[in-house]
């Protein structure tokens, strides 16, 4: 069966073995995701993001451009497996070539630094997804669990070019003005506003201002697992409402509030596969799809890499879900929802 990933950050795990001077290659390595695998399991489209984490860098703009060279570089290197896409015809031409896609995603608004020139420049680069924020409050937005500022490397500036003061302890725990503008920018490009990572408020102020259907590439359902970075069963309703997708997420601690042995939360497909039935409970079964997020991740998975897909299939078959309603989840569901929006 086909499989589309709403999101991994195997560009950014390569990127920072190679800062360690360690070789890492995106072809075969011992990551959850590589090429090979990934061909093994049958994937039509992989998700590629470029992760900007602000408590490791103070200069986001300059670690986006170092990460887009490794894709850029693997994408050559690998072309007789995976070819870039930045278009639905773009899937379906490598389809027909029988090459994997790849769509490179941005996760930290933050990277644009303010800019809506930036994001447009993002936009030219193959850029067609973009998570507003990580988890620290930033321009764009506040995040849905935030880390401490104290941990920060980036220095947010104080005032805006017109010299007006930015407060980044914002009591309505939302979009910022500027991230209101940024999501009409993006719709205006064809670039995919992905709200996993931001508050409740933020994502009901998507909900109200976006014109488009939007994502969560990497979320899970908070009925389950009360994490604030879950989604709650009102906004799972609100995104599928707008035609939007959810990616359900293989992080062990977004699947169970309840840690195992030695206090370690393990990643059972049984999980992934509650909450994939919780979700298209509430939204249907046309919201949901698959955002593992994949070496961002610990190992701690019963699903070790990407190339075992198939205990989740029979999981999902144990949970009651029919063939074509599995072939939804695992990929047409997402391929739709690009043929809508790329």
Same mark, same amino acid.
């Given at each position: 069966?086909?499989?589309?990933?709403?999101?991994?950050?195997?560009?950014?795990?390569?990127?920072?073995?190679?800062?360690?001077?360690?070789?890492?290659?995106?072809?075969?390595?011992?990551?959850?995701?590589?090429?090979?695998?990934?061909?093994?399991?049958?994937?039509?489209?992989?998700?590629?993001?470029?992760?900007?984490?602000?408590?490791?860098?103070?200069?986001?703009?300059?670690?986006?451009?170092?990460?887009?060279?490794?894709?850029?570089?693997?994408?050559?290197?690998?072309?007789?497996?995976?070819?870039?896409?930045?278009?639905?015809?773009?899937?379906?031409?490598?389809?027909?070539?029988?090459?994997?896609?790849?769509?490179?995603?941005?996760?930290?608004?933050?990277?644009?630094?303010?800019?809506?020139?930036?994001?447009?420049?993002?936009?030219?680069?193959?850029?067609?997804?973009?998570?507003?924020?990580?988890?620290?409050?930033?321009?764009?937005?506040?995040?849905?669990?935030?880390?401490?500022?104290?941990?920060?490397?980036?220095?947010?500036?104080?005032?805006?070019?017109?010299?007006?003061?930015?407060?980044?302890?914002?009591?309505?725990?939302?979009?910022?003005?500027?991230?209101?503008?940024?999501?009409?920018?993006?719709?205006?490009?064809?670039?995919?506003?992905?709200?996993?990572?931001?508050?409740?408020?933020?994502?009901?102020?998507?909900?109200?201002?976006?014109?488009?259907?939007?994502?969560?590439?990497?979320?899970?359902?908070?009925?389950?697992?009360?994490?604030?970075?879950?989604?709650?069963?009102?906004? *799972? /309703?609100? =995104? @599928?409402? $707008? &035609? #939007? !997708?959810?990616?359900?997420?293989?992080?062990?601690? %977004?699947?169970?509030?309840?840690?195992?042995?030695?206090?370690?939360?393990?990643?059972?497909?049984?999980?992934?596969?509650?909450? *994939? /039935?919780? =979700? @298209?409970? $509430? &939204? #249907? !079964?046309?919201?949901?799809?698959?955002?593992?997020? %994949?070496?961002?991740?610990?190992?701690?998975?019963?699903?070790?890499?990407?190339?075992?897909?198939?205990?989740?299939?029979?999981?999902?078959?144990?949970?009651?879900?029919?063939?074509?309603?599995?072939?939804?989840?695992?990929?047409?569901?997402?391929?739709?929802?690009?043929?809508?929006?790329?």
């Amino acid at each position: 069966m086909k499989i589309i990933d709403l999101h991994c950050d195997t560009i950014s795990r390569i990127y920072q073995e190679r800062k360690q001077k360690k070789e890492a290659s995106l072809r075969e390595n011992l990551f959850h995701v590589d090429l090979l695998k990934m061909k093994r399991a049958d994937y039509l489209l992989q998700n590629f993001a470029l992760f900007i984490d602000l408590s490791d860098t103070d200069h986001p703009y300059e670690t986006f451009h170092e990460q887009l060279a490794i894709y850029q570089e693997e994408m050559k290197k690998n072309s007789d497996l995976i070819v870039p896409v930045t278009s639905y015809s773009d899937i379906t031409a490598n389809k027909k070539q029988g090459k994997m896609s790849a769509l490179l995603t941005l996760e930290e608004g933050e990277a644009c630094c303010r800019s809506l020139e930036k994001l447009r420049e993002f936009h030219k680069l193959g850029v067609r997804m973009m998570t507003f924020t990580w988890n620290y409050p930033n321009s764009l937005g506040v995040p849905a669990e935030p880390a401490p500022l104290w941990q920060l490397k980036y220095c947010f500036p104080k005032k805006t070019k017109s010299g007006k003061p930015l407060n980044y302890c914002r009591p309505q725990k939302g979009l910022t003005s500027l991230g209101q503008e940024f999501l009409c920018e993006m719709e205006s490009l064809g670039m995919i506003p992905d709200v996993s990572h931001l508050s409740d408020q933020g994502i009901k102020e998507v909900c109200q201002f976006a014109k488009k259907p939007f994502c969560a590439s990497h979320s899970n359902a908070r009925s389950l697992c009360h994490r604030r970075r879950n989604l709650p069963d009102h906004l *799972i /309703r609100s =995104i @599928a409402d $707008r &035609g #939007g !997708i959810i990616g359900a997420n293989y992080y062990g601690p %977004f699947l169970c509030d309840v840690p195992g042995e030695e206090n370690q939360y393990f990643s059972y497909v049984r999980d992934i596969a509650l909450h *994939i /039935r919780h =979700i @298209a409970n $509430r &939204g #249907g !079964i046309s919201c949901i799809g698959l955002g593992s997020d %994949f070496d961002g991740i610990d190992d701690n998975l019963e699903l070790k890499n990407c190339s075992h897909l198939e205990l989740l299939e029979h999981e999902l078959q144990k949970c009651g879900f029919h063939a074509s309603e599995i072939e939804q989840i695992f990929y047409r569901n997402v391929l739709n929802f690009y043929h809508e929006l790329l």
